[in-house]
């Protein structure tokens, strides 16, 4: 059973165009990451959002954890090739788990 | 600050031979750690997790297994590996709290031939 569910799998889109990646569940979560993964390379964090209707920005980066915190959003604004990468985003789940649930990523491509 | 190390950073093992990674933290004390695998650039499937020195919790069935022989050393071995135990094998850490990102390491590419 995915618990995170993600969309799209695959973006490949023109430098300068923006997009938005999503980040569903049926479960609530008491926090929630965002990551960003290059080949060969392990995940780097980019943001933890903790509070439902939380929006955190970096750079050109939009995060915003949603109001039940079922759900969360990653948009970026005026795409550049450095951007390109596997975004994933990784639930702890309430209760206290030792453990993160990831979802299975976007896989995103900026052509310049 | 801390840092996450892992060695080897490639390998190329034959089929039945025995395997051992490590990971090494620096800069924490007590940290959780974590072993995922991670097959063609997709999701990532969590292998083993330790809250401390010897406890280790198992996720999946399998040929591999785990030791935590000190605080912020993480070990992943097999006796006899498997053409399906090729993977990215990545190393996580985490502060001793309940819930919280993890940190990960630059991982290890194993190749079963």
């Known amino acids: 059973t995915q618990l995170l569910e993600q969309s799209p799998q695959f973006l490949s889109i023109q430098e300068g165009e923006n997009l938005t990646v999503y980040c569903n569940s049926s479960s609530v979560f008491s926090s929630l990451q965002w990551y960003r993964q290059e080949p060969g390379e392990g995940p780097v964090l980019l943001v933890t959002v903790v509070t439902g209707g939380e929006v955190k920005k970096l750079k050109r980066l939009t995060f915003q954890f949603g109001d039940a915190r079922k759900d969360s959003s990653l948009h970026i604004t005026a795409a550049q090739p450095g951007d390109t990468g596997l975004y994933l985003c990784?639930?702890?789940?309430?209760?206290?788990?030792?453990?993160?649930?990831f979802g299975k990523g976007t896989k995103l491509t900026v052509n310049p | 600050s801390q840092t996450i190390h892992q060695w080897p950073a490639t390998l190329v093992q034959p089929v039945g031979s025995p395997l051992s990674l490590e990971c090494t933290v620096e800069?924490?004390?007590?940290?959780?750690l974590y072993w995922y695998r991670q097959a063609a650039g997709r999701g990532l499937q969590l292998l083993f997790y330790s809250v401390g020195i010897g406890q280790i919790s198992s996720e999946v069935p399998q040929n591999l297994s785990a030791s935590r022989p000190q605080d912020r050393q993480f070990i992943l071995s097999s006796k006899k590996l498997l053409l399906s135990d090729s993977g990215f094998y990545l190393c996580a850490w985490r502060f001793g709290l309940a819930g919280g990102e993890q940190y990960f390491g630059p991982g290890t590419r194993l190749t079963v031939t």
């Open positions: 990784a639930g702890a789940r309430q209760g206290g788990s030792e453990k993160l649930v």
């Open positions: 800069g924490t004390s007590n940290p959780n």
